[in-house]
């Protein structure tokens, strides 16, 4: 066997299936784009699922790749075993409705055992098939010439999801030899497709053949297709003779790097630093590769696995004794070691790695007291004699320190310990009701309209070409969601026509408004909403003005006022769009938009706020755009075509076979299936208004264009004449400078006002000093002030502490706007026999209606009740009496 690199076996695999007439389709984004069933994609064929079931044909009926996929359903299990993987390669060869069983499977092995390929020796390789699939059987012994004891027939190859297509698989196993194997030789589970570490699996080919029916029966498939699997990791493992996938030149590197970084721990010196070497290694490369594809933390969906994996990852990371952010560090080692196939990863490392740091430093901010609270939780269960975490305990680990259910889980049972998940799932029910108690009767989702799904009359849009229409036909009419022949004024009607040049609101893009005139050209109803009917028409609300019936022929207008202002702003969103990407990075994408008449709102990915200094270059690049006059063209082909040309998609959005394309000259060019300008230059103006955070890491800007951004900045203009009035300046381009003058001034003034302030406390420190209580060999002093607030009792405290005036201090005053300032505070002397300023803030504080706290020498407290100030101040003396008696 030839020694090789991982990415010199990935190469292998492909060149050898090129050369066998497969075309090489590149590894897709983890992001699913079409297919809502998936959280990631987690196979190689997920991503050629549009081939599998006919709705595209490709080009190539014989396709190869090697794909990156995640799958999360056994998290717990990763660095505890040899091979599991929350990230991994998954390399296949595909037929669809090409090639069958004998070119599979001799092709396999002409690439496992070829000298001029992978050069495994026959000897070691073992075959399961399919009991019932002789023609396999017959392959494998007759055409391969493979030795009957190493063909085993097992049950369970045949892959089925329940209905649909389905058939037997064949499964290739490598003997690694008893010196790898976790059981006796004489075990009964020691055997190719048993539960050991001796044979390892490396190869699935699954034949295709039969349509699973919802009567339960297996109907041969019109087309018989190959979907294969081989895992790129475990055939790693075998080349470089590894112990398990980990000690390969794919995870080697990271745990080399998590050495360097630990407190003197080292691989392989003990079970447990193992599994967490182990963990942090896989973690690093998923999430690398998951936030690299555009994914981003948050608490549900893929972004919450990717925050779990940030903090198991985190979690194992304290056990080696790694403090601080440390995943930012190996994430620029996963993009060395894939360089070679996906570059993307290096190129993105910087941005990849802040938004890594942001998630550590987030979490390692309540780690600590996390831990503290989880170790007290185990120490108290083993106290009270028993096995389970409570519910409770565990629910505040996660409500108010993020630790997720499962990571406190596997903590626990790496302690020995289980959880009480219904205890949990009671206190999470909990939650959510008082939640929803909350939101109140806001409105949920809708029920689907039977009406309207079986209306499937035919309307044609036309308003990408024609402004108006002058004759069409009223196909439907309905009313209350019933059909009816007629409507008339004060009718809550829904109308369809044959012909439309309305838009229907999609993509952001709201819907066209305008009139329904009959032929006498009088305007019998106004259009006040489009929206698509479920089979695809085109669904106007209208106020009714004048009796309409079914098959009345009509004109349609578009107010073409709000439709050009509309389509200003769209096109605008497209420059946008480009422009963040020009300026933060191609990382960044669109979130969702609002495209309005009077302004625009666009939500783009990104952590963290956009700087001023971008603001003004990606407003800059735009209005660039804008003055270059730039064309901008629509296009509609086919959705490969598309990509080809360089068309950016939304991972959230679904196309058909045909989509249309929106080029504006040669600076943007994305998928759009909104109306647009004809030329930039009808924009005219841009101006960005506003940029705030809307979630996490989904940033919103809101602007403006044309008239409505000429307003803005005239608004603006006359706002800043306002001021240089205020300010006495004669020009505007003066206002600054009159403003530094201003702030000067007020500067020296609030500094004579600290000065007479300062010189007020220290004369009402000398006669409230002068009042010493002496209570059971303690002294205190303790009186009502009037001074401007907070920062002046602490000078009165701090005059307190230099003269050493008593053992005890306890002072408050009142403002205007009747808040209450209280300090308390102890000498040294005090705190060693027993007493603490943090107890007798808590004790007072609640007289004038508020809680503080603070240090055994020190302390403080606001509150709004300034009638409790006495009382406050007299109960300090019974605290001091009851602390020493």
């Avoid at 499962?406 to 959510?432: C, H, I, P, R, W």
């Avoid at 209208?542 to 073409?560: F, G, R, Y």
Wanted: include cysteine; hydrophobic fraction near 35%.
């Amino acid at each position: 066997m030839k020694k090789m690199t991982s990415t010199e076996i990935r190469q292998m695999y492909l060149d050898f299936f090129k050369e066998k007439g497969h075309t090489i389709e590149p590894s897709a984004s983890l992001l699913p784009v079409d297919d809502p069933t998936l959280l990631w994609i987690n196979s190689g064929v997920a991503t050629l699922k549009k081939y599998f079931d006919g709705s595209v044909v490709p080009e190539n009926p014989r396709i190869t790749n090697a794909q990156k996929s995640i799958r999360t359903n056994d998290i717990e299990n990763v660095g505890k075993t040899a091979r599991h993987h929350t990230l991994f390669e998954m390399l296949g060869n595909f037929s669809i409705g090409d090639y069958f069983k004998p070119e599979a499977i001799n092709w396999a092995w002409e690439l496992l055992t070829s000298e001029k390929w992978f050069a495994f020796d026959p000897e070691k390789l073992y075959v399961t098939v399919y009991p019932k699939d002789l023609e396999a059987k017959r392959i494998w012994l007759e055409e391969v010439k493979l030795p009957k004891d190493h063909l085993v027939e097992v049950e369970d190859n045949f892959w089925d999801i329940g209905q649909g297509p389905s058939g037997p698989d064949t499964e290739i196993f490598y003997d690694r030899g008893q010196s790898f194997n976790n059981l006796a030789e004489d075990d009964p589970e020691n055997y190719p497709g048993g539960e050991n570490e001796r044979y390892l699996e490396v190869w699935n080919i699954v034949f295709s053949e039969f349509n699973h029916t919802p009567e339960n029966t297996y109907e041969p498939l019109p087309h018989q297709n190959i979907d294969t699997g081989m895992g790129l990791e475990r055939v790693v493992s075998i080349f470089q003779n590894a112990k398990t996938n980990f000690e390969t030149d794919l995870f080697l590197p990271l745990i080399d790097a998590t050495e360097k970084m630990s407190d003197n721990k080292k691989y392989d010196d003990n079970e447990q630093d193992d599994i967490s070497f182990k963990v942090i290694a896989d973690h690093a490369r998923a999430i690398s590769f998951a936030i690299g594809d555009g994914a981003l933390p948050s608490n549900e969906g893929r972004g919450y696995v990717i925050r779990r994996l940030i903090r198991r990852a985190v979690m194992h990371g304290q056990k080696l004794g790694i403090e601080g952010s440390f995943l930012t560090q190996l994430v620029p080692v996963v993009g060395n070691i894939m360089k070679d196939y996906y570059p993307e990863v290096l190129e993105q490392a910087e941005y990849i790695s802040k938004i890594v740091r942001s998630e550590e430093e987030r979490f390692n901010e309540t780690l600590k007291d996390g831990l503290q609270l989880l170790n007290n939780l185990i120490e108290t269960t083993r106290a009270e004699n028993k096995s389970e975490l409570s519910g409770a305990g565990v629910f505040k680990l996660y409500d108010t320190y993020g630790f997720p259910f499962e990571l406190t889980k596997e903590y626990a049972e790496d302690e020995g310990l289980s959880v009480d998940q219904e205890g949990f799932n009671a206190e999470m029910q909990q939650q959510k009701e008082r939640a929803r108690a909350a939101r109140g009767n806001a409105k949920s989702m809708g029920v689907q309209n039977g009406l309207l799904t079986d209306i499937k009359t035919v309307s044609e849009y036309v308003g990408y070409t024609h402004p108006d229409v002058n004759e069409t036909e009223i196909v439907d009419l309905i009313v209350d969601n019933e059909l009816v022949d007629t409507i008339k004024p004060g009718d809550n009607a829904q109308v369809i026509f044959s012909k439309t040049p309305f838009y229907a609101e999609m993509g952001g893009q709201v819907a066209d408004k305008g009139t329904v005139k009959d032929t006498s050209g009088n305007v019998i109803a106004e259009v006040e909403d489009v929206q698509h009917a479920p089979n695809g028409q085109n669904l106007h609300a209208i106020k009714v003005l004048a009796p309409m019936e079914k098959n009345q022929l009509v004109s349609l207008e578009i107010n073409q006022d709000f439709h050009k202002k509309v389509e200003k702003n769209h096109t605008a969103t497209h420059l946008l769009d480009q422009a963040l990407r020009d300026v933060l990075g191609e990382h960044t994408h669109q979130a969702g938009s609002l495209v309005e008449p009077t302004y625009l709102r666009f939500d783009f990915t990104n952590i963290g706020s956009v700087s001023e200094k971008q603001l003004e270059k990606v407003e800059k690049i735009v209005n660039d755009k804008i003055w270059a006059e730039l064309a901008v063209e629509t296009v509609e082909t086919d959705i490969e075509s598309a990509k080809s040309m360089g068309a950016i998609a939304l991972f959230s959005e679904k196309y058909g076979k045909i989509v249309r394309v929106v080029k504006i000259g040669d600076y943007s060019i994305e998928f759009c299936g909104g109306t647009h300008v004809a030329n930039t230059s009808e924009i005219g103006l841009f101006k960005i208004i506003s940029e705030s955070g809307v979630g996490a890491g989904v940033r919103r800007i809101e602007a403006v264009t044309s008239k409505e951004a000429f307003d803005f900045l005239n608004g603006r203009s006359t706002l800043l004449e306002s001021v240089a009035q205020q300010v006495k300046a004669n020009k505007v381009v003066e206002v600054p400078k009159k403003i530094e003058q201003l702030q000067a001034s007020l500067k020296t003034s609030e500094q004579q006002i600290q000065a007479f302030e300062d010189k007020i406390a220290s004369q009402q420190a000398g006669d409230v000093f002068k009042n010493k209580q002496e209570i059971n060999g303690k002294t205190l002093i303790a009186a009502q002030v009037s001074v401007s607030g907070m920062s002046q009792l602490r000078q009165l405290a701090d005059q307190w502490k230099t003269q050493g005036l008593s053992d005890v201090l306890a002072i408050g005053t009142t403002s205007d706007d009747g808040k209450v300032n209280l300090i308390t505070a102890v000498s040294a002397d005090g705190i060693k026999s027993g007493l603490k300023a943090g107890d007798l803030i808590k004790t007072i504080a609640p007289f004038v209606g508020g809680g503080g706290g603070g240090r055994p020498d020190l302390a403080q407290a606001g509150g709004k009740n300034p009638a409790g100030l006495g009382d406050a101040i007299k109960e300090a003396t019974n605290w001091l009496e009851n602390q020493t008696k």
